[in-house]
């Protein structure tokens, strides 16, 4: 392997002094890995995806991005929000050219080529015939469709994701994790693949999509552990039938019980 | 407006007028209060000869005038406000010591500096307009949401074009609320800086035949500018409609 993508050394963070959101948190996020990270509620993965978006300064450690420190938002990583962050003034259409449109990965692109890409998009999370539609006007899924066809619209390098299928029924969600999958090239050789960062409470889901699982705990966030999943690809629904995906899973799921029952009972 | 909604508005003008038509017979004298029936000649009689419609005009252009003025400046200096701390700090306290005197008190200040004509009207009007739309601009452009401006930065928008594609657009509501507001304190200014200042328009017509003690002329100019406080602020809120669709999910009209 080589050098990391993305490298968290000893990184912390706290608000307000006393709330310690994410504590001593070391991990290395290869190029071209898709990692996901699972946790209890309230364990600072919302937190750690901001600081690696730019937009949450670090309270102490370092983060840094092809050996650089990162010190803002880059248009080379694309966020999708937990609370989806739509633009409620602009329509779905609107909603998913935006970074096309207003910001730099729309360069080099033609105005025909930008329209088939949106299209296609919009088209890709089953959006279809909504397009005029405003997001007060959706659905809490349609959002999240709107949410996730304006991250892959702008086609970044590095996809940081938080619960981006979350809100989605049961079907939909198994078609845009196999077309996830695909964006991020899991046919195409790994040197050639985007590096995704996935935040899910689904322990399934994470093993399904991921290279490897990172699992924190909670109060404060630290990470508990990292599991390999060695399952081979490209996967399919194969994948989701075989002993292999069920053991990760309930090995993943007897590593963060205790704490969930924790949290929840609080 | 529906058919259902005007039937509304003249069920509460007939009830209105049928109160004032009682009133007009209980108070003897009829420099005090005409009769419905006197304010209506005048209306149809000023309303013939032109003189009414002229001075609607000249007043509705100059409020016009004033409050595209208005918005040109308090706009964008409400949005550096709203955004930009330095500018908040510069601006707040000035701006908080000019808001609470009124448009009017600057009447005989204005007398001096611009004499009578268009001009007093025009930035007393302005001086009304402005602090609404200022200080309701600011105020929308700081409440934009920050998940909203987080999302354009991580699409590699730089701070100006968040400003013209998130922040202008998030606060369009607001702003065009606060212009509401400033076009009805305008309505009011209106009629005492021409009242004095001003050699026409509906407040020197309203000061005119106050002089020639008709009083039902007087009505019926005070009646046109209720008229047209209320078409204005009609016109406002249709505007708002096409400009923010979004925003109208829980208007009830
Ligand atoms: N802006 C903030 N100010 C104060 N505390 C915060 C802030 N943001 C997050 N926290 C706290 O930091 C901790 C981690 O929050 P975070 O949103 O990262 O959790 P999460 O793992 O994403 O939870 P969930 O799975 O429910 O989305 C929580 O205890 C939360 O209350
Ligand atoms: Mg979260």
């Known amino acids: ?266 | 407006m529906r058919l259902g909604g005007v039937l509304v508005y003249l069920r509460t003008m007939a009830l209105f007028v049928l109160a004032w038509y009682v009133g007009s017979l209980l108070v003897p004298s009829k420099l005090l209060l005409p009769s419905p029936l006197a304010v209506a000649a005048a209306l149809r009689d000023t309303g013939l000869n032109g003189e009414l419609f002229g001075n609607a005009l000249i007043s509705l252009v100059r409020l016009l005038a004033s409050l595209l003025a208005a918005a040109a400046i308090a706009v964008p200096l409400g949005l550096l406000m709203g955004r930009s701390r330095l500018w908040n700090d510069l601006l707040e306290l000035p701006v908080e010591m000019l808001r609470p005197i009124a448009g009017i008190a600057w009447i005989p200040l204005a007398l001096y500096l611009f004499g009578i004509g268009h001009r007093l009207p025009l930035f007393i009007m302005f001086y009304t307009a402005f602090f609404p739309l200022l200080v309701g601009t600011a105020a929308g452009a700081a409440a934009v949401d920050k998940r909203l401006i987080a999302a354009a930065r991580t699409m590699g928008l730089s701070g100006p074009s968040i400003m013209r594609r998130v922040i202008v657009p998030a606060a369009l509501p607001a702003i065009l609320v606060s212009a509401r507001l400033a076009v009805a304190a305008s309505w009011t200014a209106v009629v005492a800086a021409e009242l004095v200042g001003a050699p026409n328009g509906l407040g020197y017509a309203i000061e005119y035949y106050r002089s020639m003690l008709s009083t039902p002329t007087v009505m019926a100019f005070i009646v046109t500018i209720g008229v047209l406080g209320f078409l204005t602020d009609k016109g406002l809120r249709q505007l708002s409609k096409v400009l923010t669709p979004w925003a109208q999910t829980g208007a009830a009209r």
């Open chain 1, 1 to 266: 392997m080589s050098a990391p993508k993305i490298r968290l050394d000893c990184v912390s963070k706290s608000f307000g002094g006393s709330v310690v959101a994410v504590e001593k948190l070391s991990l290395d996020i290869r190029d071209g890995e898709f990692l996901a990270i699972v946790g209890p509620s309230g364990c600072g993965k919302t937190t750690v995806l901001n600081m690696l978006a730019g937009l949450e300064p670090l309270t102490s450690g370092t983060m840094t991005l092809n050996g650089k420190p990162i010190e803002g938002p880059g248009a080379e990583r694309g966020v999708m929000f937990q609370d989806y962050a739509l633009f409620p003034w602009r329509t779905v259409r609107g909603n998913v050219e935006f970074g096309l449109v207003y910001g730099p990965a729309g360069q080099g692109l033609s105005p025909a080529e930008r329209t088939e890409r949106v299209e296609r998009t919009i088209e890709m999370v089953g959006l279809k015939g909504s397009h005029e539609k405003y997001p007060h006007q959706l659905s809490g899924g349609m959002r999240q469709r709107v949410a996730l066809a304006r991250l892959m619209a702008s086609e970044p390098e590095i996809l940081l994701m938080d619960e981006p299928l979350a809100a989605l029924d049961a079907q939909t969600r198994v078609i845009l994790q196999d077309e996830l999958l695909r964006i991020w090239g899991q046919d195409r050789p790994a040197t050639e693949r985007r590096t995704v960062v996935f935040i899910t409470h689904a322990i399934d889901e994470a093993v399904f999509l991921a290279d490897r699982v990172a699992v924190l705990s909670s109060h404060p966030g630290r990470l508990k552990q990292i599991i390999d999943i060695d399952l081979p690809r490209p996967r399919g629904d194969a994948t989701r039938r075989s002993g292999d995906f069920a053991r990760l899973c309930q090995s993943i799921w007897e590593l963060i019980r205790e704490e969930a029952y924790r949290a929840t009972m609080n």
